[in-house]
């Protein structure tokens, strides 16, 4: 207990001193306080498991997260192939452009998009995971089912995001291009598209962990013998609680990763938006 | 309330579409059925019926079809099905006096809503101290928000079976409190990020007003901050309640819970009875409908008494 406190002082003591206002600007020390302080999180963790003595079966330490980890990596890689590359990636890929097409294509007739909006924006916050068992049922066992669930759960947040991006042009910019002679392509491909760019974004990026979500979910109710959700679910049964959480610390890179790829190609492509300047 | 026709040419649409796809996606099983009940239909025999298309199938047997809208477990139902399983489960039972009956879904509905208030409740709690943190010290929120971020890019799905035995072996013997923390853990991250945004919309010149008048920080806490921040919190409640209620499904979802609506639909999959899965998804989205419309009057109304246009 008492090195606990001393880790949690002098973690806490760090924290303030990298936190001064002469650092302001380092963006070295935005990187390193929140480490520091997830670092003082995990040594809490395993000293508090150490000394009450907590049985694996309900809590392990993070060191036997860890050796579990390295031990069971080729399990890990197929689970990761079968979930995240073949579920949600390839789910999450027909979603998107699924519902930025029909966002492009509905935009054009005023009156479908008056009723299309406030209907995505109501489906949009319904608990669509529940659907899985049915797509599961449609599709099979195998990760095309998955990928059903993941487009229908990432289709209604995009689609939202993608109607109001359509629309951010002002008329000054539009009456610029009907001056230009620009045709409703033209108008589309150079200037409503680009500035549809952040907002469709914002839906891409709320949309990666719907997918994992999506993903995860749906082989509880039914997989082949390998994936995320199914070795999670058996695991917690079997009791083999250090395999599920190497599982959990997966997801969590992946979705971490994830979100972080979907904002550098934010940046790439709206660096001229205000919220991305340096 | 111009947008109610349109509204309603979509839904029609959708109806529409939804009507016309149950025909060849039920049409399989509606001859497996039929021939098994020695009706006469082509081609004989399930194998080779396997090898033609839906289509074939439908052309081939055109006295069949209204067979397909009327199927006690078909792929897809018909929302008039639908409907009529909603009532059954819904209405009959409350004018049977039944309401609380282990069958009905407002039994499993009112479950399911008490998780999701619960787990609303917290996450809201834990969304505000920690926004108003954020707002006051520079140490919390450089070392709190990366984390709050990098928490929702983490499926929950895949620690609520965790939460879900780990409260069991400590002890918890109720399944509604690590429902309701999972909600929570959807819940939180909107709730922290619309009122961090909305303590600190005052303008700089608001801001220097106060100084003038020798405010102190509590003061300009309640009498500017907090005021300002409330039409940001609304919304970031509407989006906060929706997610509750998506965390308490998830929750009841893979870890074998006997009442709620998630529970609901995965008894419906067990037992190979699409007619449940439908009913509960649809009374989840009247519930999360009902949540999001409260919250959407209060807001209206608490921003006229503050005098806010809406």
Same mark, same amino acid.
């Given at each position: ?40 999180v ?10 009450f ?24 890689? *197929?689970?990761f ?5 073949k ?9 998107a ?5 029909? *966002? ?20 949009a ?32 947040p995009?689609?939202?995001n ?17 001056t ?15 500035? *549809? ?16 979500i999506?993903a995860?979910v ?10 995320m ?38 940046r ?10 340096q | ?16 579409v939804?009507?016309?796809?149950v ?11 039929l ?9 004989a ?10 289509w074939?199938?439908? /052309? ?7 067979v ?52 609303f ?27 709050a971020?990098?928490?929702q890019t983490?499926?929950i ?49 608001q ?7 020798? !405010? ?29 209620? /998506? ?32 009913? !509960? ?30």
């Open positions: 207990m008492i090195i606990l406190l001393l880790v949690w002082i002098t973690g806490g003591l760090l924290n303030l001193w990298l936190a001064r206002p002469l650092w302001h600007k380092k963006r070295i020390v935005h990187l390193i306080i929140p480490i520091i302080f997830g670092t003082m995990m040594i809490s963790w395993e000293l508090l498991v150490k000394e003595n907590v049985s694996p079966v309900i809590l392990p330490a993070p060191t036997t997260i860890a050796q579990t980890f390295i031990e069971s990596t080729d399990i890990l890689i *197929a689970d192939t079968q979930t995240v590359l579920g949600a990636l390839s789910g999450f890929f027909i979603g452009i699924v519902a930025i097409g029909t *966002a492009v294509i509905v935009d054009r007739w005023l009156f479908l998009q008056r009723g299309l909006l406030p209907i995505g924006n109501f489906v916050a319904l608990p669509i995971v529940g659907i899985a068992p049915i797509l599961v049922n449609w599709f099979g066992f195998d990760w095309q089912s998955k990928a059903a669930v993941v487009v229908v759960m990432v289709f209604f995009i689609l939202v993608s109607f109001q991006g359509l629309r951010a042009t002002n008329s000054i910019q539009r009456d610029l291009m009907f230009y002679a620009a045709g409703y392509l033209q108008t589309l491909l150079k200037l409503r598209l680009p500035a *549809a760019m952040p907002f469709i974004f914002n839906g891409l990026k709320i949309a990666t962990t719907l997918a994992l999506g995860i749906s082989e509880y109710f039914g997989s082949p013998t390998r994936g959700g199914f070795r999670i679910s058996t695991g917690v049964g079997a009791l083999t609680i250090d395999l599920v959480w190497a599982e959990i610390v997966v997801a969590a890179f992946s979705g971490s990763v994830f979100f972080g790829i979907m904002v550098l190609i934010e790439k492509v709206t660096f001229w938006h205000p919220s991305q300047r | 309330m111009r947008n109610l026709l349109p509204i309603f040419t979509v839904v029609g649409l959708i109806v529409a939804w009507y016309a796809a025909a060849p996606m039920n049409i399989r099983s509606a001859l497996d059925q021939e098994r009940s020695d009706h006469a239909v082509v081609p025999g399930a194998l080779e019926r396997r090898e033609v298309s839906v074939y199938l439908l /052309v081939n047997n055109p006295n069949q079809i209204a397909t809208y009327d199927l006690e477990r078909s792929r897809l139902p018909t929302p008039t099905q639908i409907g009529y399983e909603l009532w059954k489960s819904t209405g009959e039972m409350l004018l049977r006096g039944k309401a609380m009956s282990k069958r009905s879904l407002l039994y499993h509905g009112w479950v399911t809503l008490q998780s999701t208030l619960w787990g409740f917290l996450g809201t709690t834990v969304g505000v101290m920690g926004a108003i943190f954020i707002v006051y010290s520079r140490i919390v929120e450089l070392s709190l928000m990366p984390w971020i990098i928490s983490i499926p799905v895949a620690l609520a079976p965790m939460i879900i035995v780990l409260s069991s072996q400590i002890g918890i013997e109720s399944r509604g409190l690590p429902k309701a923390m999972i909600s929570a853990y959807l819940c939180f991250f909107p709730v922290l990020v619309g009122l961090t945004k909305g303590l600190r919309s005052p303008a700089l010149s801001m220097d007003l106060l100084k003038t008048y020798n !405010a102190s920080s509590v003061q300009v806490f309640f009498k500017l901050r907090l005021p300002a921040s409330v039409p940001f919190l609304f919304t970031s409640l509407k989006v906060g309640i929706a997610a509750a209620l /998506v965390g308490t499904i998830v929750g009841e979802l893979p870890t074998g819970a006997i009442s709620g609506l998630g529970a609901r639909i995965l008894i419906g999959d067990q037992f190979g009875n699409p007619l449940a899965i439908w009913a !509960a998804l649809f009374a989840a989205a009247i519930i999360a409908g009902i949540l999001v419309t409260f919250l959407d009057l209060l807001q209206r109304f608490t921003l006229h008494q503050m005098g806010m246009r809406v």
